[in-house]
């Protein structure tokens, strides 16, 4: 009978001493735009965080991961995407802020991570000045000046001596367009011609009219990834640009493997740089990319299913680090300084700016099999944001 | 014969001003919703602002038979007002109201010499193509506005020089509510007053009014300049509980969806601009939550349902049903 | 020149779009702010047909408007019926909310990315004459444009359906007691606008795109050229459609800086000097 009590007293502490062990679950708001004009960013890089999950479990350094996502459309709304992110931190106790598709979305919730002193993972957004709105923010995708620099380096350096820049008439087309601008003519080009697209645009007509009648040696084109490059690139064949010597670099959003079957053929030749391409050859692309088209057949691996990716995979080395604790003055500290081999080649986090620092490539489009893929040819290693102050 | 109106006959005109018991009750809701959701505090503080935006399109549409597209014009110049304000240095949200309200306000004056004729179809699609053209003039302007990345550098001062704009939202909470109830008490008084009920007249038989001595056009500026008025208030609250002003402010998909609030809740009653909007908004974040890919389909549903089984919205849908009572009693 | 021609083709496509909105609104009076619905479920249909099935793009297209027209009878008998007594505000908010469903399905079923769209061999590249040169796909759609225009005149008015229709809608229970059958032919009508929704939705798909989101882009363009055009007038869609387009077009080619402002400016510009569109008499001019 002793025996029997003493085990039960023994078996009920080692059952509460587990149970208190067990550590709290590690709760993730995620806020990206999942319905709206921007939907099609949020379902990528939705995908890639649950793609990491998938391969790596679902539990980081003894604690359960659950993802609470909120649709915060259309993704522009910053009062829409700040609402959700005090909901996520005062009704859900969220530990971690992820996610924004766009910049906007990020600008307006930044303060709320301030404030609550919540470790926030932008995934997406890329405008420069990202980072800097709050010392808690740390980023996994790109920006635009990261991206924009190297193929205005490479079009100098490649018997491109004039150019005409097209870029959409918003924020970010004029960061590219600035960008492009300050690097092309440092390397000693001329930009011959410059015009900003409005972004509500359904024909291009008139753009690549002027451009033809300008006759430079290259167009520089930025427009968001979606229909304005398709319909771009479909009128810049239809027009015969390219047949008048007339050569097209643009930033990867262009061919993003998310649309660049939409555009087909027109594609094939295109000149640009980004941060990462289904085709990049690394056993760790490739075992991404493999794993990606499994779970999902009907996409293709792109650029944002990478920026979630490598934010899960920031997160679960974070807090290794720190040995489960998320709190957000410890989460930065550890987070600055990491490197890892990304899908997309080898990454880090800016100690001081707390942005990613990273390869960027200059590609070229081509015919994979049957299937339009941008083929490396060319890198810069290691690219710091240029476009912080 | 005397054309003065015995008492007895504006009797009714004269009760419908009076304040009915279920009004009190109805304004007791705000005040039991901080103790009752003491979590939510930043979607009803949203849900406040945006039922005073519906609030300036119920005196134009619902009242003076004016049909918009376009209020989202009104709505981001007050929002970028207080916004800019600011942004520079002056922050005190009080302050920014009132410039808020007086740039709105000569917006809608300005624009409603457009509004004066034409066909509802005309009226809808001038002012919008006027909300459109600021949306496109905010966003040329990306150097003072900040474009499509938003306003930053917002610093609004304490409210009344000691209320801070914390996490919780319950500053943000209290301030809207009382923005709302302040300017809906005035709209009421208004609407009930021979100015709003010319405006009714001028809705119902536009040729009559004329006829009996009132001026159209005057009265339609002066009511155009008053909603604009409201929605740049609104505008305004949104920017300084925020500390953000996106180009979002101006889209069109603003004026659509607060058109859709408030035949939701059903036009020309005020009441409807505030219940349309509750319902709507509510609806939208509970969907959404629970299914944060598909929620459009089971709003759309909701929409349609609603107008096949609920004409003139939920307050058409309320009157029938105290209608329904009473005769059953 | 070529940017004349640009300007043409690029209203005519406005045109083919918002053609079918003109003849629901016009002719029925009722406010299909869901149109837009219909043009994008003939796109689907198109870009489905041709990568799917590779189906021929000059069968695809009318297959579109087919389906669209069906889907139009469908919704007609059973929704659209119940509201034609409805307020103008109710029936907007009802096509707001097809819309809303119509997308969240477009998105469920095929995903929030663009379709793809390959046009045959014959219909791509460009004709070059001295000093100008045309699109041959731009080329195709004026065509397309002007015989739809002068098809849909005579209909309305050299028939006997469109004699029936101009008097079911002027007049019902006239209409009715001369033995018209004013509940079929309010269908048709609408089986006609949300035919010609759906062509000029599978029409457009190669050079506005397809997503989801196809509804709520394009609403605006719409409702410009049925408003400046006058709904229910063929003719008067057509002219304001082309000049939007022209003005669009030149406006964005002589001065970008403005570009984005043009249609708007125009087409207020429009509206305050003719309130009732450009022909203000239904159907005809």
Redesign the interface.
Known sequence: MRHLNKSIVVAALGLATAWAAQAADLKIGLVLP????F??YG?QIQNGIKLYLAQNGDTIAGRKVQII???DA?G????VS??LA??L???DNVDILAGFG???SA??VA??AN??KKPMVVMNAA?SAVTT?SNYIVRTSMTLPQITAPVATWAAKNKIKTVFTVVA????G?DAEGQFKKTFSAAGGEIVGE?????????F???L??VKDTKPDAVFLFVPA??MG??FM?GFQ???LAQAGIKLIATGDLTDE??I?????PALGVINSFHYAQAHKSAENQAFTAAYSKAYP??RPNFMAVGGYDGMRLIAETLKKTGGNADADKFIEAAKGLKWISPRGPVSIDPVTRDIVQNVYIRRVEKVGNQLQNIEFDQVNDVRDPGKP | MSTQLKPAELDPLRRAADWQRWEYAFWLLPLAAYFIFPKSLSLLSQIAITALFALSLDLILGYAGIVSLGQAAFFGLGAYAAGLMAAHGMGDPTLGLLVAALIAGCGGFISSFLVLRGTDLTRLMVTLGVAMMLYEAANKLTELTGGVDGLQGIEVKPLLGYFNFDLYGKTAYWYSVVVLFALFFLARRIVHSPFGLSLQGIRQNVGRMPAIGAPVHGRLVAVYTLSAAYAGVAGALLTQTTQFVSLDVLAFSRSAELLLMLVLGGAGCLYGALIGTAVFMTAHHFLSNMNPQYWQFWLGALLVLIVLFARDGVIGLLVRLRGWLRKSA | MTIIFDGLASGMLLFLISVGLSVTLGLMNFVNLAHGSFAMLGGYVCALMLSRYGLPFLLAVPLAALVAALAGVLLERLLYRRLYAASPLDQVLFSIGLNFMAISAAHYFFGAQQQPMVLPEFLRGQLHFSGLDVGIYRLFLITVGLTLALCLQWLLAKTRFGAQLRAAVDNPRAARGLGINVERIFTLAFALGSALAGMGGALGIEILGLDPGFPVKYIVYFLIVVAVGGSGNIKGSLIAALLLGLCDVAGKYYLPQIGAFVIYVVMVVMLIARPQGLFNRKLLS
């Open positions: 999942m319905t709206g004009p939907a099609a379902k996502l909120k649709d259309p522009t709304a910053g009062d700040k609402r005090q909901e931190v005062i009704q766009l910049t906007p600008f307006a303060p709320i404030e609550a405008t709105k008439d918003y924020g970010p004029h015009v900003r697209v409005p972004v509500k645009n359904p024909d007509a008139p753009y009219q002027k979606g229909e398709i319909a479909k239809e027009r015969g998310d649309v079957d939409s555009i087909g053929e009907n996409d």
